[in-house]
């Protein structure tokens, strides 16, 4: 099964992703995104569901792009790892995109692969000059396989390395300007990393170059209790906490507006939920619109 060219132009909605609230896709709601009348402004689903030449998931991908803009979200690059990157994933990559025509491409910055074995995590990386020309060299060799830019995004993170020579803000600025990947931004992911290490989330943001931001994240966390110390944790199981929200507008104060997902992966809610979680996050983008007027 492939997107045909007569098939492609069934699509009655421009690729492009606005400046609105969208949602993270799961199979679940396939069918909630086809028929019910209340729809978020676009999608993003992980690429790697959808890889290969057929299948339910595919076909009803391809039935949502007619009605929807669609951004693709990997996991699985391993971009930061020293194994060679994964042919075959890339070449998977490049059908899905030439199939969906997506808005927008993002993967992580982070590792997963090492010798051939992945891991079921996005581990974070020191950020070193060595690592940065690691990654300009990888993501710069993706994005001339795939043919466009990648956003990469920010990782949450646990534990951090104590001999890395930039900060997390300063490394994607200058793996954005050497490589010309854009910058996902991921404010749930800010905050618990923030909490985690003590970092200032006021000086991260302000730290980010604004014109590299080309897409923002949002999404719920979970506290763990460990005696009297607590660790936040990206678990995705939640509503957006009212401390991300505060961040999140912060965020577009600085930057403006940009699409902005709703990401929610595991106790799926009802469609009407993730519905109202995108609103939320349009009304705070409608009042920024409106202070900047």
């Known amino acids: 099964m492939t997107l045909t060219k007569p098939l492609a132009k069934q699509v009655s909605v421009s690729s492009a992703i606005p400046a609105q609230a969208g949602i993270g896709l799961r199979s679940q709601h396939h069918r909630d995104a086809l028929n ?6 676009w999608l993003e689903v992980h690429s790697e569901n959808y890889f290969g030449n057929g299948g339910i998931p595919l076909r009803d991908l391809e ?9 693709l979200h990997g996991v699985g690059m391993s971009l930061g790892s020293v194994d060679p990157l994964n042919r075959q994933h890339l070449r998977q990559l490049r059908d899905l995109i030439q199939r969906i025509e997506p808005g927008l491409v993002s993967e992580h910055l982070s590792w997963s692969a090492f010798g051939g074995r992945y891991l079921n995590d996005l581990l974070p ?5 060595e690592t ?3 990654l300009v060299a990888r993501i710069s060799q993706a994005q001339d396989y795939l043919g466009r830019p990648l ?43 923030c909490v985690n290490h003590g970092w200032q989330a006021a000086d991260y943001l302000s ?5 590299k931001v080309g897409e923002i994240h949002l999404a719920g966390h979970t506290v763990n209790q460990f005696g009297e110390q607590s660790i936040l944790i990206d678990t995705h199981n939640a509503p957006v906490s009212d401390a991300v929200w505060q961040l999140y507008q912060t965020a ?29 996050a349009d009304r705070f983008m409608e009042q920024a619109y409106a202070q900047a007027a």
């Not at 009407?272 to 939320?280: G, Q």
């Open 132 to 134: 940065l020309a690691h």
């Open 125 to 129: 990386l020191p950020y070193t000059d």
């Open 252 to 280: 577009i104060q600085r930057f403006g507006c940009r699409p902005t997902l709703i990401e929610w992966d595991a106790d799926l809610p009802p469609w009407p939920v993730l519905v109202a979680e995108a609103a939320k």
């Open 151 to 193: 956003l990469i995004e920010n990782p949450s993170s646990y534990l951090e390395y104590g001999f890395s020579s930039y900060t997390e803000s300063e490394f994607l600025n200058e793996l954005a300007r050497r490589c010309g990947c854009g910058i996902l931004l991921d404010v749930n992911n800010l905050y618990v990393s």
């Open 207 to 211: 730290a980010i170059a604004a014109d």
């Open 63 to 71: 039935a949502i792009r007619v009605d929807y803009p669609i951004s």
């Open 36 to 41: 019910q009348p209340i729809r978020p402004a």
